[in-house]
């Protein structure tokens, strides 16, 4: 891979805050609704996981959909990440021109453009993998790569019944590595997984049989000669149980025989809900566990209207945070010339595009131009909203704009 | 306002489509999902709202908040409105940074670095409107803008109780005016309202008392010579309730005595469900209207996996398409060497951030890569997702990136 040096993500610099602004401070020379990351929280987190992979013997691609922003890319690979995960072609190239090399789509790659540019990523010298999981897409693939005398690196992706991609059984198995195996193009780098999608009555164990299934049927394959790779890749997890999928895949007896990659995404930002209520599982899970994830992603906004008692409307949108599944949640209110106040627990009535109905409680008073800050639940659906955010230091104070790929 | 022709509109040209695709051909060059604008009920929408507007006497500033796309605003200013329509202080400079000089922000105006960025729009030349509805933005406003020697003009905002922002009743239209008569920077421009929050149980009749409401505030404010204008603006309409708004303007006993403004977004591309019905309403209440509004965005996508009998994994997510209010809705099925097949009607089961779950009718096939068109419910939050979008003429050829500037 490319040193990290070498990147081409934006350095540091606040010069581009000039372009929402004349200075540095948030509460102050910044347009608001702004989507601000903390830099300490996000340094932490990015920690965090790295060392929790460490501990179970496991690499991370952190799962880049999520946020989008090469500048998150660069630290978490400067952490010590094998590579980042994509979800499509055109977010893989958008990860490449901005230095990330190694490079894990978690899809099947379809359509001839998006293989054009994989062709492309791959000329470039890029080492990139996607998944698998019908004869009919890797008919197709080994057409297109064979035809340009390129070789493509997949997984093939199990899936569960019920489920979302993935092949579902024994047999639908050998069907497909039967066509491998009859394709010129195509190199089989390792097993692909998603168990973020079960669901049903017992979740933990259905998950920890997915990680097991995951493991034995590369070991199964790699007997056989399948992969071409001394070491090939196991690779799953979301955010929600990534410890579930490390313990599944660290397995002593076959240490060193195969890389075990972890792909959670949110937990870089973490966030104040969904996510958190994860954590709080895998801490019940894990009595000995040292430090969590912690919430890294606000979005800032200003009170714009005080129409009747008990309601304010905020300058905040659909269009600025995510509401899926849960509204944004008042985090902080700055009014100038007084302390923060802790709004937590204070409600939102709705959102629409660009407006947020907050209540105010009894007794509570708000002021035109007063400020809040909004917690999100699930931060993915917040990045995709904004073309860049702000990462700030403890005195919010804008240090650095990062630009998102969307 | 600067002539069209000056704009800085990015012009026509398929030449950016290389940095998606190596060609114009939609299903064959680009990569996907991607959104399309379909070029002929595209340029139909705009002349349909542009004349129903002109035959109430009333002018157009649509809401430019639904698109950010500066290509269509260029088009709906070429087609003779007044000007557009923005939420924030960002958009209003991204409109203006393409060639829209009057711009109506129809919002409160707060934030001191939120200011500064109208202060440089009015420095710069262009017609700036905002909102007020309480005194103590007034004050800052008047604060902010008599400090830089600059004039701010200014609307009341009229709000219905349980609604959105804007004065309650007649007392707080007294006080307001009051402190605008305190002011020394702020100029009263007009009166605004928007009637897309009412509900309850006779909202027909609630929009056209409340349309009926703006006017006659409006007379009575200029009776007093509260307007520094001749022809102050009445201003309402989002793209649900426009005729009727339209007709509560349009009084023959008044003509010429103000400029009546309608405001809907969404109508530039209306769409395939939630502004559908809004059209089947105007119909049913106007028998002699001429044609109507068609639906002109879709987000086309391929079949990524189909992993169990009777379902389809689209490469399709939240990420690409709105899903608010109703999930996106299967429009067209296009495989190469087949004609197109309609699947209105086959049903969505859920959308994930980059994955979409399409129920597959019995008796029905797919193959992966197969391309499917989806059509929306409510288009401003499929216009947000993208960078850009294509306008395709009839076969589905791009003629047109359309760069978004959210």
């Known amino acids: 891979m490319k040193p990290a040096e070498q990147n081409d993500v934006p350095a540091s610099g606040v010069e581009k805050a000039a372009i929402i602004g004349t200075g540095r401070a948030l509460l102050r020379d910044i347009s608001l609704p702004a989507a601000v990351v903390y830099q300490r929280p996000l340094a932490h987190n990015i920690a965090w996981m790295q ?12 799962h880049g959909k999520t946020t989008m922003t090469p500048a998150l890319f660069r630290r978490q690979l400067e952490a010590g990440a094998w590579g980042i995960t994509l979800a499509t072609a055109t977010q893989c190239m958008a990860a490449f021109e901005h230095g990330v090399t190694r490079l894990l789509m978690a899809n099947q790659l379809v359509g001839a453009a998006n293989m054009a540019l994989v062709a492309e990523l791959i000329t470039r010298g890029a080492e990139f993998h996607c998944v698998v999981d019908s004869v009919e897409n890797v008919q197709a693939l080994d057409g297109f790569f064979a035809a340009r005398g390129l070789r493509l690196q997949v997984m093939i992706e199990l899936g569960v019944e019920g489920g979302r991609c993935g092949v579902r059984n024994d047999g639908e198995l050998e069907t497909l590595l039967a066509a491998l195996e009859q394709s010129s193009a195509l190199v089989l780098s390792g097993i692909e997984g998603y168990e973020g999608i079960i669901g049903g009555q017992t979740p933990i164990a259905d998950v920890r049989a997915y990680g097991a299934r995951l493991v034995d049927t590369l070991m199964r394959l790699k007997r056989s000669a399948a992969f071409s790779a001394d070491k090939p890749v196991v690779t799953a997890s979301g955010s929600k149980w990534f410890d579930l999928i490390a313990e599944a895949f660290d397995r002593a007896d076959l240490r060193g025989q195969y890389i075990p990659l972890l792909r959670p ?8 809900k969904l996510y958190a209520g994860a954590m709080e599982e895998v801490k019940e899970r894990h009595a000995d566990l040292q430090g969590e994830l912690l919430p890294a992603l606000e979005v800032f906004a200003h009170v714009q209207s005080l129409p009747e008692p008990g309601l304010a409307i905020v300058a905040l949108g659909k269009r600025d945070i995510g509401c899926d599944p849960d509204l944004p949640m008042p985090q902080c209110l700055y009014r100038e010339g007084q302390a923060p106040q802790d709004v937590r627990g204070w409600g939102v009535r709705m959102i629409m595009d660009q407006h947020l109905f907050l209540s105010v409680p009894a007794g509570e008073t708000l002021a035109v131009g007063d400020i809040i800050s909004f917690g999100t639940s699930h931060p993915c659906l917040t990045f995709d909203k904004w073309r860049q955010v702000l990462l700030v230091d403890e005195a919010l104070d804008v240090v650095e704009v990062m630009p998102t790929r969307f």
Chains 1, 2 share one sequence.
Do not use: I, K, Q, T
């Open 51 to 62: 060392s929790f992979a460490e501990r179970h013997g496991a690499r991370l691609a952190p």
């Open 265 to 272: 995404g949110c937990y870089v930002v973490h966030d104040h």
